[in-house]
């Protein structure tokens, strides 16, 4: 299996208080890995750092065998890791247009752009929602058009900020059913959770902040 990205020693602090101290961790190609840990043990941090939405200064990061640096966060990184918040934020537009809009802002526009979003919105298993006002729908409907919106871009690297939190049972199952297409895509994605569904599917591997550094579990 081939790396992704290898980050050296990354550290957050708030205050007195080191959230964490990671001696270096990597992740490969086409991967899941689930992101575990206590209340408080940094995993959303964790995912803002690589996701170019908090401040981090590695020792050092390769990113596809490339050297960069994550601050100021670099083009490459811009274009291939998306990060999807637990609850995702929605323009007031409708669902296509929510869908379509990262891929319109890199300049792909007329049929290409409705064709990639209608396979997106199928893939999702939300085409009955295309004209509904963002507003009025479910957490889960969220979660899994937030999916489609970051799987139209193609992404390296997907950060699923706990997917499932908010889900009850059937919401949850639509969310996870859709990860392993994420996979076969090609991206790696790295899920911080607490749910034990996510953490058993086949082949995910396990990632826990523990005393403040990463470890990998393999049970
Ligand atoms: N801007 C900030 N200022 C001060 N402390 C912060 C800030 N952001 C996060 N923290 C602290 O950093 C620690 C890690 O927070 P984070 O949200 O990353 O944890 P988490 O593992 O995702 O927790 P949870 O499982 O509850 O979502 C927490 O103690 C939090 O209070």
Redesign the pocket.
């Known amino acids: 299996m081939s790396s992704l990205m290898m980050v050296g020693r990354l550290r ?1 602090q ?2 007195e ?1 080191v ?1 964490f101290d990671i001696a270096d961790f990597s992740l490969d190609v086409a991967t899941a890995y689930v992101l575990t ?10 995912l ?1 750092m690589l996701g170019g939405l908090d401040k981090s200064e590695p020792s050092s990061l390769l990113w596809c065998g490339q050297l960069l640096q994550l601050a100021p966060y670099p083009p490459e990184l811009r274009a291939g890791v998306v990060y999807v918040h637990q609850d995702p934020i929605m323009f007031s537009t409708s669902v296509a247009h929510n869908i379509g809009y990262g891929l319109a802002a890199r300049g792909v526009v007329g049929a290409r752009l409705a064709q990639t979003v209608e396979a997106a919105m199928v893939w999702a298993g939300v085409t009955h929602l295309r004209d509904a006002n963002p507003a009025s729908l479910s957490g889960g409907e969220k979660q899994r058009i937030a999916l489609a919106r970051a799987k139209v871009l193609a992404p390296k690297l997907l950060l699923l ?2 997917p499932t939190a908010n889900l009850d049972g059937a919401a949850r199952e639509q969310v996870i059913a859709l990860i392993p297409a994420l996979l076969e895509a090609g991206t790696t994605v790295v899920i ?1 959770c ?1 749910d034990r569904d996510l953490i058993g599917l086949p082949g995910v591997r396990r990632l826990k ?1 523990r005393d403040g550094d990463l470890i990998y579990r393999f049970s």
Do not use: F, P, Y
Not at 37 to 46: D, H, Q
């Open positions: 957050r708030h205050g208080r959230v840990g206590i209340n408080g043990a940094g995993k959303t941090t964790l803002r900020d706990e911080a607490h902040l």
